[in-house]
């Protein structure tokens, strides 16, 4: 089990995994800038998108190929490793691989899925749904409880209000942190436009950074990020994706931010 008790905790990493290769560089990329700095580095990749906008959409690798890769990186650069799952069989598939077994948004009511997930010990990161208020993320959570599994992770994504578009209300850290467990900011996702290129995801990355300091001075417990080495060319979410190269002075300004925090 990862030790994520008082931690700040940083997800991060490709939307998707778009091969082998740049799966591995780009996590050895991340353990390296992560090495310099006091917090909990979580490796995300997606090894199935099925949640695309269009039929036509880049998914990732699949199940079986996915878990090979995913597996690959944990063993060669012994880093913990989270990946999103959409139906129960591929919770029995992946459980061995993964430590943080992440609930899209867009199924967090998922009774089942959640049940299965929950069932493992693992760590179980909820994404909010879009469409979900903040203070019945309870109900999410007591789902998970049912099970004995108190490995539990919150992540806030944005709300929709209106056709194309996201808002973060920051009220909503404080009302769901009430529950107890770490609740993140998913600074990428957060800055979507859905279906708003033409059956592709638009998004504004240049707030990624600004919202990522305002939820850390609001207190979150970590980041979710989805990063790339040239997002322009990133198969999926390359309108949200923070540039790789980039990541290490945001990090050093969020650090900064936390000592504030820490010494108030």
Known sequence: MVNYKDKFIVIVGPCVIES?????????????????????????ASFDK???????????????????????VKKKLGVPI????????????????LDVIQIPAFLCRQTDL????????KIVNIKKGQFLA????????????????????????????????????????????????????DATHSLQRPSAQQGVSG??????APL???????????????VHPDPQRALSDKYTSYPLGELESLLKRISKIREVLVNQ
């Open 82 to 97: 989270i990946s999103d799952v959409h139906c129960r069989n591929q919770v029995k598939a992946i459980k061995d691989v």
């Open 203 to 208: 998004g504004d990355r240049k707030y990624v």
């Open 134 to 185: 903040p203070d019945d993320v309870r109900y999410v959570v007591d789902k998970v409880r049912s099970t004995g599994n108190k490995n539990i992770f919150i992540t806030e994504r944005g709300n929709c209000f209106g056709y194309r578009n996201l808002v973060v209300d920051f009220r909503s850290f404080l009302i769901m942190k009430k529950l107890g467990y770490p609740v993140l900011f």
């Open 212 to 226: 990522s300091f305002a939820a850390v001075a609001c207190g979150v417990d970590g980041l979710f990020m989805e």
């Open 50 to 72: 099925a949640n695309r906008t269009s039929v036509r959409s880049f998914r990732g690798p699949g199940l079986r190929r996915g878990i090979k890769i995913l597996e690959e």
């Open 20 to 44: 082998r290769y740049a799966t591995l560089k780009i996590c050895s990329y991340l353990k390296d800038i992560f090495s310099r700095f006091p917090f909990l580095f979580i490796f995300k």
């Open 114 to 121: 959640i049940i299965e997930a929950a069932k493992t010990k």
